[in-house]
T-cell receptor
């Protein structure tokens, strides 16, 4: 069964460093998302991406964050100058060609620990 | 503010019991509602998706209902099993948004 894959599963970084989280969405999906979940808190939306551009972003997704689809299969989240409060589980998701009505499929997540 | 609330926060039941998890949302203008399962430290597994025009969806022992006018959805789990132990998340896609808005989840423990 097709699935969303994420790497790394866990990354530890020092405060102020840059990290890149990678995702391979389901192959025929067109809509891509990043969410995050701080330990013990709700899953929060960060950004959605369609047709090589951001279609919606939350107030969390400020200039510290960026997303890119560098090729036909990968979707990345870059976090510049990481802060302690960026420690969270980051989930990538994708959905198919039904746009706003489509079911979202999530990856297993990348746990980011900022020291 | 568009929010999603789930009650109860935690639930413990003996194996074999039928149970209902509740989800409420503050705005009836939604595209769809999706139920997920999350095991500790793991990703989100989609269980059921209900479009705004639908009243319910079924998959195996799971049945999800949607009442837009009252801003409620329920997830019914029949004949619960220890393997159903997990956190169940409700998420709403509000009209005009691409984002899913998540509830805090219900942590379910099914006792053997």
């Amino acid at each position: 069964e097709p699935e969303v894959t994420q790497t790394p599963s866990h990354q530890v970084t020092q405060m102020g460093q840059e990290v890149i989280l990678r995702c391979v969405p389901i192959s025929n999906h067109l809509y891509f998302y990043w969410y995050r979940q701080i330990l013990g808190q709700k899953v929060e939306f960060l950004v959605s991406f369609y047709n090589n551009e951001i279609s919606e972003k939350s107030e969390i997704f400020d200039d510290q964050f960026s997303v890119e689809r560098p090729d036909g299969s990968n979707f990345t989240l870059k976090i510049r100058s990481t802060k302690l409060e960026d420690s969270a589980m980051y989930f990538c998701a994708s959905s198919g060609g039904t746009g706003l009505y489509g079911e979202l499929f999530f990856g297993e997540g990348s746990r980011l620990t900022v020291l | 503010k568009q929010e999603v609330t789930q009650i109860p926060a935690a639930l413990s039941v003996p194996e074999g019991e039928n149970l209902v998890l509740n989800c409420s949302f503050t705005d009836s203008a939604i595209y769809n509602l999706q139920w997920f399962r999350q095991d500790p430290g793991k990703g989100l597994t989609s269980l059921l998706l209900i479009q705004s025009s639908q009243r319910e969806q079924t998959s195996g022992r799971l049945n999800a209902s949607l009442d837009k006018s009252s801003g409620r959805s329920t997830l019914y789990i029949a004949a619960s099993q220890p393997g159903d132990s997990a956190t169940y998340l409700c998420a709403v896609k509000y009209t005009g948004r691409r984002a899913l808005t998540f509830g805090s989840g219900t942590r379910l423990q099914v006792q053997p």
